[in-house]
């Protein structure tokens, strides 16, 4: 069974308190489940996306028409098993799908918020996550799971809502984020804003679109998604529909082909303010932030069963950066397993066909199950 | 003695055929010397810049009033040494310091080139540097050097005009753009023609200049010079002038502030559309187009004596794509040292001080002239 809601889930009178001191209410928050809560509620699954994901992990994308991002991990019989378990998975505040975000009608103004949307960040979208929880009267989450920026609020989980978390699983991620993953965001960010189309973010009412900066954006992101060595196995330097050079700048190789449509077609389906949001909110992300720099401190409330995955060619967050994840909770007597998965396809590989990366999901929700 | 001159090379009757098909004539080169070629004419150094380097390898730029690219190597006692050797410097063609390049005056329209000059490759630019060479009536190179790009006009010289090199040394290059090198160059270059003030090339003469499409293309590129681990000493997450976060999408970290610098610096020195014309140049380089693949038979007139020397932390240009070079030039048997230099400095590191580098090219010219 397959369900996709929007709920409020705060109010005026109530609101969302945010780590920047502003506040959000009514906070709305689009979420697909899939399969059926049980009668001890105690079989719950939350996803968390990354960067460019949504609440349709194992659904048609609406705009798109492609199958859900996670559609080969989450479903019947699958590693994430949607006859066992109660899915949930909702779209971040500070996206473009139906929660609350920048692209949203902000009820002071009835207009879109644009650049009046405060600046969040991962806490508060676990925050708003947690009223979801609440709202299903899910005490505790048997597990949670997400990679990439969802590893982020996977972490964030862990150390704020210690509780409500049975067991989780964070992949390809990190504790904070690198200089470098500062440098990659900052780049798409200033590729958008130099779009005068994205015109301060004032853009909605518009007939333009800043579609051309949010594409640089996105190609870059791809860049960062995949190794050399995937790059190389996939592209090489081979021509696109041609044998030799075209002598002009026009996509003579393949590679350029691949990055001029993964731009474009990523401006159907995603808003350039949400872009900034998010991938400000990846850059302010430091897991020791409350606590002085100590990931012990953290973490030192966890209990619950970890499994952490890292994939080897990932630049990202490479394994070294999840490595960070293991020895704290293995510090703190944490049931901690590290999987680093020997693959070619880069910080992608958690969202593409791995059979070692799905047995292994499949084999801790299974056992974490059984001990139930 | 430092000179700096620019020369006309070929004419509209005898012009330069370019790999295209099509042909320039005539085909201006500017270029600095140091120090004084000897009475055999055997001492000459030629240096060949990178990307966005420039003739001022070891004077004071003319725009930016920084001291030249190369000033730490090139000088009276320096590993390249003025007061021994007469050192070439050119601008490219397809460049914007004075050499034949889309920024220039095309003689048919008697207006800037703009997307009318022809799409070059790195063969034309060394095709047009033989033609200096020949100018200064210089029959044998004492030896070619440059580091990048610079690398691969090198590599096209000991290939193409072997009889001219007495010896060679490439440094952080590659025998051909690898997919992510391509993917790279393709962001920068879409980055410059997303700015609508590029106008298809045809800003010159508007009030109008395509800076921060092109200001984004040099942030990536700034991205990709420097390694994760050198970011990370340099910058790591340190906040820009402020003890907290600001919430907001000003340059909150040093890493952010720092690229932004390189960007609107970079500008003011630099013409768009020999960004276009140089990177695609460095895309469509394969050291093995004419010889079917076959780096042996690329080679294969190769006598020079060669140090190839690249550096551990270089992602752009690795260790293993050097380490090709090296192995063809030691199957054909020729005199080819190899130096891998321990380094966090990234790509960036033949640019930076590095005294292993600096001893390794004293060394090495340093006994090929005794030897001579």
């Known amino acids: 069974m397959e369900e996709n809601k929007i709920v409020e889930l705060s109010s005026k009178e109530r609101p969302?308190?945010?780590?920047?001191?502003?506040?959000?209410?009514?906070?709305?928050?689009?979420?697909t489940t899939y399969g059926n809560l049980n009668e001890q509620k105690s079989n719950a699954i939350l996803i968390c996306h990354a960067l460019t994901g949504d609440q349709y992990v194992a659904s048609q994308h609406p705009i798109t028409k492609k199958?859900?991002?996670?559609?080969?991990?989450?479903g019947p019989n699958k590693s994430i098993d949607t006859n066992k378990f109660f899915v949930i998975c909702p779209n971040i505040i500070g996206g473009c799908m139906g929660s609350t975000g920048p692209k949203e009608i902000d009820p002071l103004t009835q207009k879109e918020f644009g650049l009046?949307?405060?600046?969040?960040?991962?806490?508060?979208?676990?925050?708003?996550?947690?009223?979801?929880?609440?709202?299903?009267?899910?005490?505790?989450?048997?597990?949670?799971?997400?990679?990439?920026?969802?590893?982020?609020?996977v972490l964030e989980w862990l150390s704020k809502f210690p509780e409500y978390v049975h067991s989780a699983i964070p992949i390809a991620t990190s504790v904070?984020?690198?200089?470098?993953?500062?440098?990659?965001?900052e780049l798409a960010r200033q590729s958008i804003m130099a779009d005068p189309n994205w015109q301060s973010g004032n853009y909605y009412e518009t007939d333009n679109q800043p579609t051309k900066g949010l594409s640089v954006a996105r190609m870059a992101a791809h860049i960062s998604y995949l190794s050399k060595e995937s790059l190389h196995q996939k592209f090489g330097r081979n021509l696109q529909d041609?044998?030799?050079?075209?002598?002009?700048?026009?996509?003579?190789?393949?590679i350029?082909?691949?990055?001029?449509?993964?731009?474009?077609?990523?401006v159907d389906r995603f808003d350039a303010n949400s872009y900034?949001?998010?991938?400000?909110?990846?850059?302010?992300?430091?897991?020791?932030?409350?606590?002085?720099?100590s990931l012990i401190e953290a973490f030192k409330d966890t209990k619950s069963k970890v499994l952490c995955i890292s994939f080897t060619s990932d630049w990202l967050y490479p394994t070294s950066e999840n490595k960070k994840i293991v020895k704290t909770l293995n510090a703190?007597?944490?049931?901690?397993?590290?999987?680093?998965?020997?693959?070619e396809n880069g910080h992608d590989s958690f969202l593409l066909h791995e059979p070692e990366f799905f047995d292994a999901l499949n084999g801790f929700i299974s056992s974490t199950w059984r001990e139930l």
Chains 1, 2 share one sequence.
Not at 256 to 266: A, M, N
Not at 332 to 343: A, Y
Request: glycine share 8%; net charge negative; charged share 20%.
């Open 116 to 153: 009046n949307f405060p600046v969040i960040t991962i806490s508060d979208m676990v925050k708003a996550q947690k009223l979801l929880i609440d709202y299903l009267s899910i005490e505790k989450l048997f597990c949670v799971t997400g990679g990439s920026m969802g590893g982020m609020l």
């Open 242 to 254: 041609k044998n030799e050079l075209d002598y002009s700048f026009k996509a003579d190789f393949q």
């Open 332 to 343: 703190l007597g944490i049931d901690v397993s590290f999987l680093e998965i020997e693959t």
């Open 176 to 185: 904070n984020h690198s200089a470098q993953n500062i440098a990659l965001n």
């Open 16 to 31: 969302l308190l945010l780590d920047c001191g502003k506040s959000l209410g009514p906070v709305k928050i689009a979420y």
């Open 67 to 74: 199958e859900g991002w996670w559609s080969n991990v989450v």
């Open 256 to 266: 350029e082909s691949y990055l001029r449509h993964q731009g474009i077609s990523f």
């Open 276 to 293: 900034l949001y998010i991938t400000r909110a990846m850059d302010y992300f430091d897991i020791t932030a409350n606590s002085n720099g």
